[in-house]
């Protein structure tokens, strides 16, 4: 069975804090995808990243982070100095197979907050 | 290049009523994915459409079916409507022989049941 958990059901901190989301993540396949999805209160979900799981290599894009961790099955998430405007629901995801059209299992989401 | 498009933005319908939802995929893309997210939980996949027909299927029941036409666009039903079938609808597309993974997500259908 496959299975994210986001233990971390809402996170509030003060603008220019930094701020980690926790994803952990259960899954039998060898090969598959880990993401991370933005959903402001809009509503559309907004792709951060994907991480297949022959890649341990943690990445950063400008104020974010993620560190992938196959020996925990954990794939968290690190923004620097937050903004305003990262005030969101955040998912973390997985897909159970190396193909671009297999269905995607998403935690349960972490509402951040951030407090000017 | 036009992303994944959904209509209506949001719709309001009575228990027991019918409702169709509709999706075009990216350009370029022929698999379309159906996923429902209630207020306050995460999104959950409905199924998914390649070829014009239902490929893989989550735990919902029959009252949903879909339906993709040959210009890969797709259509959610939802038949006898329940008031817990209020939700925020997602489509996603994405190309199945593709080389690198990309599911791309449109802004979704709201549909209310009153």
């Known amino acids: 069975a496959q299975k994210v958990t986001q233990a971390q059901t809402e996170i509030s901190v003060v603008e220019k804090e930094d701020v980690t989301l926790d994803c952990v993540y259960e899954?039998?396949?060898?090969?598959?995808?880990l993401f991370w999805y933005k959903q402001p209160p809009s509503g559309e979900l907004v792709f951060l990243i994907r991480?297949?799981?022959?890649?341990?290599q943690n990445e950063i894009s400008g104020r974010y982070s993620w560190n992938f961790q196959k020996s925990t099955s954990s794939f968290n998430f690190t923004i620097t100095a937050s903004q305003v405007v990262d005030s969101a629901v955040y998912f973390c995801a997985l897909s159970g197979s190396y193909s671009s059209a297999s269905k995607i299992i998403f935690g349960s989401g972490t509402r951040l907050s951030i407090r000017p | 290049d036009a992303g994944v498009t959904q209509s209506p933005t949001h719709l309001i319908k009575t228990r027991g009523q019918q409702v169709t939802l509709r999706c075009s995929p990216k350009?370029?893309?022929?698999?379309v994915s159906w996923y429902q997210q209630a207020l306050g939980q995460e999104p959950q996949f409905i199924f998914q459409?390649?070829?014009?027909?239902?490929?893989q299927r989550g735990n919902f029941p029959d009252r949903f079916s879909g339906h993709q036409f040959p210009n890969y666009s797709s259509e959610l039903n939802v038949n006898a409507l329940l008031l817990g079938d209020s939700a925020l609808y997602l489509c996603?597309?994405?190309?199945?022989?593709?080389?690198?993974?990309?599911?791309?997500f449109g802004p979704g259908t709201r549909l209310t049941v009153t």
């Open positions: 996603a597309s994405s190309l199945a022989s593709g080389g690198s993974y990309e599911q791309y």
């Open positions: 991480r297949n799981s022959f890649d341990e």
């Open positions: 350009s370029g893309h022929d698999t």
């Open positions: 899954t039998r396949d060898t090969t598959y995808y």
């Open positions: 459409y390649y070829e014009e027909e239902e490929r």
